[in-house]
């Protein structure tokens, strides 16, 4: 099973990115999916996770500024990123749990800055 993450760049504060993680199975295969960050010099930390139900839930600090989705047909999971601060500046990993395994996709960069 292999996990495709793309979409950061960079992008001014105040902007939205759309990051997409994309599965080589039917993600509703997997039990959740959920979207990981990493800032420099840190342990990747939790940021949203969806179930195989849609229940979704996420991390305080992007609360009401992220949303965690997903489209069956085109087995991605996608995490839109609105009103990003500069704190949000990190690297953005995907990941799918099925049957006690975690599969975990590369990294993609968001940068925030002016």
């Known amino acids: 099973v292999q996990l495709q993450a793309s979409g950061g760049g960079l992008v001014q504060p105040g902007g939205s990115l759309r990051l997409s993680c994309t599965a080589s199975?039917?993600?509703?295969?997997?039990?959740?999916m959920s979207w990981y960050r990493q800032h420099v010099g840190k342990q990747r930390e939790f940021v949203a996770i969806i179930t195989s139900s849609g229940t979704t839930n996420y991390v305080d600090s992007v609360k009401g500024r992220f949303t965690i989705s997903r489209d069956r047909a085109k087995n991605t999971v996608y995490l839109q990123m609105n009103s990003l601060k500069p704190e949000d500046t990190a690297v953005y990993y995907c990941?799918?749990?099925?049957?006690?395994?975690?599969?975990w996709g590369q990294g993609t960069l968001v940068t925030v800055s002016s």
């Open positions: 990941k799918g749990w099925s049957g006690g395994q975690e599969y």
């Open positions: 199975r039917n993600i509703f295969m997997f039990n959740t």
